[in-house]
């Protein structure tokens, strides 16, 4: 077997038994025909699973040393990427590999100890990055005022009221069918939602957002029960690079943060209600998070933003501290 067909049937597996997002299979195939193009190169020979099996902790050094001089060239839109960003990209990219040869071991017998033994780059943990409540509340409004057609405008303002009122993720919004809403207002107005893993969660959705999705079910094109819940101009499914663009236009003309991005919504909504007296396994349900480790770091962002409003507003936060006077 050469290793484009076993990463092929690796991927099949992670989709259809594990259950992996599309878009995490996507990122997986990105980084395994990487990893794969650069062993053809460096080793020589077609890759197949002997040479697989026989790869030395030298050749992966030898392909994250790749992957870290890769990391420094200008991205393609011309600025530089963070060492954040980059340490985040490699750390994914070993994740990757790792799990094709823990696949590889199972399936085929393959013994290869060095993708253990690989010491991967640790990224920077990041604190979620929220917008204040008035600036969330204003996203839905401002961006479906951005759009070119009343049908647009309607979709896009109920789509953005549904990131920030529910948590979703926006390619679990994006995934969402007709029949998905039909089957929330059957059950009282609870939406079932398919997350990272294959992991089902109810997540309720509040009076706004309902007459929201309503009021867009209502002037849906073609609101068939298997048809996309929030379709693109042809029909297809909405993709997120859309909704990703509009957000971005709405950041720059209403001179929010840089951070202001559809996922930013989801931030806000956990953090908005932990400052409002929900308790953190509530917000783990909501979000979907399989580790209540994920949901605490909505506790550390508060800390760090209340420390910021200290800084700012507190007369004595800018007075350095000074011994009391001898006597």
């Known amino acids: 077997m050469t290793g484009a067909e076993a990463r092929e049937a690796f991927l099949a597996w992670l989709h259809d038994e594990r259950r992996a997002s599309p878009l995490t299979v996507e990122a997986y195939r990105g980084d395994l025909v ?38 420094l060239r200008p991205r393609r839109d011309g600025r530089a990427s963070t060492q954040d ?21 199972r399936r085929h017998g393959g013994t ?13 943990a990041t604190l979620p990055r929220p917008l204040t409540r008035d600036q969330a ?39 969402l069918d007709v029949r998905d809403l039909d089957h929330a207002l059957a059950r009282g107005g609870t939406l079932l939602i398919r997350g990272k893993g294959g992991r089902e969660r109810l997540v309720p959705v509040l009076p706004a957002v309902r007459q ?26 909405l993709q997120p690079a859309v909704a990703q663009r509009a957000m971005r236009t ?26 409002g007296g929900a308790d953190l396994r509530t917000i783990q349900d909501l979000l979907g998070h399989a580790s209540l480790s994920t949901t605490q770091r909505y506790t550390l962002a508060d800390e760090a933003r209340l420390m910021e409003v200290w800084a700012r507003a507190h007369p004595r936060a800018d007075t350095p501290d000074r011994a009391p006077d001898p006597k």
Not at 212 to 237: K, Q, S
């Open 34 to 71: 990487r990893f794969l193009d650069f062993i053809g190169g460096h080793v020589g020979g077609e890759v197949d699973l002997d040479m697989l099996d026989r790869l030395s902790l030298t050749d992966l050094r030898a392909w994250l040393a790749f992957e870290h001089a890769e990391s």
């Open 85 to 105: 960003r980059a340490a985040r990209t490699r750390a994914r990219r070993v994740s990757a590999m790792r799990s094709f040869f823990r696949y590889l071991a």
């Open 112 to 124: 290869n100890p060095a993708p253990r033994l690989l010491a991967a780059p640790r990224a920077k």
């Open 137 to 175: 509340l204003e996203v839905p409004q401002g961006v479906g005022d951005l759009a070119v057609t009343p049908l647009a405008r309607v979709r896009d303002g109920a789509l953005f009221l549904l990131l920030y009122g529910c948590g979703l993720r926006i390619s679990e919004a994006l995934g």
């Open 212 to 237: 929201a999705l309503l009021d867009w079910r209502a002037r849906h094109p073609a609101p068939l029960p298997e048809a996309p819940l929030f379709p693109g101009v042809r029909g297809g499914r």
């Open 250 to 275: 709405w950041r720059h003309m209403a001179g929010l943060p840089d951070h202001a991005t559809p996922h930013a919504l989801r931030h806000s909504f956990a953090t908005h209600l932990m400052t």
